[in-house]
């Protein structure tokens, strides 16, 4: 009962606001559950860049399953999804652009 008035919380914000703010506040809060598996599975590596790429690449409703998993913590499914998302080309593309870079300056 309790994880349902958790998850119908941020429901109610996002309906209160227009389109441009629920994506915004939603892909904000996806990155708060994108953070914490970068984290773990890669270590070292640049989490903004990172984050970013994953939340450009993934889907509406991937963005939307990992908002709602930010609310609750990072859970099994959000490993798969985060990995998911890093797997396709697109994303492997905005690592290599975004993230290399940033890893490299930091040598």
Same mark, same amino acid.
């Given at each position: 009962?309790?994880?349902? #008035? =958790? =998850? @119908?919380?941020? %429901? =109610? #914000? =996002? @309906?209160a606001c227009t389109p441009a703010m629920q994506d915004d506040l939603a892909r904000d809060a996806a990155k708060t559950a994108v953070r914490p598996v970068l984290e773990d599975r890669f270590p070292g590596v640049p989490l903004e860049p990172a984050t970013d790429c994953v939340i450009e690449n993934? !889907?509406?409703?991937? #963005? %939307?399953?990992l908002a709602a998993d930010a609310v609750t913590g990072p859970t @099994?499914?959000?490993?798969? #999804?985060? /990995?998911?998302? %890093? /797997?396709?080309? @697109?994303?492997? !593309?905005c690592l290599a652009t975004e993230?290399?870079?940033v890893l490299i300056d930091r040598l």
């Open positions: 009962m309790n994880r349902r #008035i =958790l =998850l @119908a919380v941020p %429901l =109610l #914000i =996002l @309906a993934a !889907t509406a409703n991937e #963005i %939307l399953s @099994a499914n959000t490993v798969e #999804i985060v /990995s998911d998302i %890093l /797997s396709r080309p @697109a994303t492997l !593309t993230g290399l870079p």
